[in-house]
């Protein structure tokens, strides 16, 4: 599948392709020319995928060939249990967790994720989670702290579902809790945006020691449609919005609000899902060993500190008014 | 909705006599919900409350702590705290212009104030957010002020009282915005490990962003009667499920009934019932 801004490419590599099967239906030398039209459309990623627009990378980020959680556990892990529910209404298929097991290594593995057809797109809710989502995360974060065992969440939603259910089951004080009880983990935290990383819903399982995001993914408190729709009342303004949320992996680290940006293949971490698997897992293998260096209460007292710092104010007088 | 609390000696509710003498005799209220009209100082005198149908008005920090702190002195902290503009952001009106306009109509300086007090002689740190301020939205400065009043609170080794009334996100800060849940959710952690009291009190609307952090995160979540708490707002949960909502849907009598609150206070009795609260806990 190629986005609207891929058209180019997609020229170009119709043309190939069309180069190619004249090569193979007559006698006709084209090899040269097959060469020479390869070389163009690797140009012209590079030069495309090096000027993306910021809402250029929230369709990528989107993509449907994109990898997600399961993908990347699969690909990554020598093992993987699923843990199931939250031991309180169900078993929320949004969030997927579970103990997974990287070169000899143990870790708790949480996720969000969505469907890769319409069936399962359903199923998982497109990755939107309930509470019991949520819930489910901690209580799983909670089991991979009484074993010492590190946390990796993947972080790809549109947003904490807004359902009359998810109301009535409490959304908010399940993202509250979350939060609060991910500072106080004992256990390193990586917390990586795979995809969307939209408001509380990302929010409520991205509280790490190190938060990180794949280039070509998004993080905000709003969507840019929301916010498009929020201050032009239509939802057409997108780009625009997404341009004045600065969302971007690239923005996110500017303001200090992440960690770090793991690079993705030219074109997407679907275009080279194998070595985007490899480099992640060197990623997860590497900070979790960094931060195993770390005494807990530190690596605690860091991540508070770390978060403690973010905003940015102006104190205009800094002495403090006795009012009546 | 009564809650199951007395006390054996009620002390009245205490407003001070400086903010009496304010208001000019022959204005007049009248209650949005039953139309009665009232004097402005009889209503001001019941807590901003219809004494005809219970309608809690929507007030912001100068009268919650004119209602809440002895004498109606409390130490202001961090008054001078004011947003920057990282994002540079700019719809049809830029950032900075937008927060002064909003400085100049409240006359605050962002949508939350904090301050050190007596309330029924126990010493408390009270953080309340105004509505009036950009919608009560929570930008750095909402969450930095918060998570000083929390550090405040634990410097002084005394309880916390914030009082929460916002429309969510403040958008024009973004990234910066969403990341005050998760500051102020730390302080609140802190404040945990110290064994010192959280009491959350959501008033009129409480929603989004601050639903999904230290409002729902108190030792007490209490609320105002009637008042809207949800973390999705109403217009948004209607357009996901395609249908109406159910009567008293995220009113705070909803969120009691659900198991998300401790108990609903009247405004008029808020103090006291407060102030016990935090006795019985030393
Ligand atoms: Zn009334």
Redesign the pocket.
Known sequence: MYLDFEKPIQDLEGKLAEMKQIADDSDVDVSQEVKSLEEKIKTLKKDIYSNLTRWQKVQLSRHPDRPYTLDYIENICDQFIELHGDRVVKDDKAIVGGFAEIDGNSFMIIGHQKGKNTKMRQVRNFGMANPDGYRKALRLMRVAEKFNKPIITFIDTPGAYCGLEAEERGQGEAIARNIKEMFMLKVPVICIIIGEGASGGALGIAIGDKVLMLENTWYSVISPESCSSILWRTWEHKERAAEALKLTAEDMLKFKLIDGIVKEPLGGAHADRESMYKKLKKVILDTTAALQKVDPEQRISDRIDKFSAMGVVEDLAPAAEITE | MTTSWYKRTQKGISTPTEEKREVPDGLWYQ?P????VIQTSVHMENAYV?P????HARVGSKEYFSLLFDENTFEELDANLTSGDPLEFNDSVPYPNRVKASQAKTGLKDAVRSAAGKMNNVDVVIACMDFTFIGGSMGSVVGEKIARAIDAARARKVPFIMISKSGGARMMEAGYSLMQMAKTSAKLALLDKEGLPYISLMTDPTTGGVTASYAMLGDFNIAEPGALIGFAGPRVVKETIGKDLPPGFQSAEFLLEHGFLDFIVDRREMKDQLSSLLELLK
């Open positions: 209650c919900e039953c139309k009665k219809c005809e149908c219970n309608y």
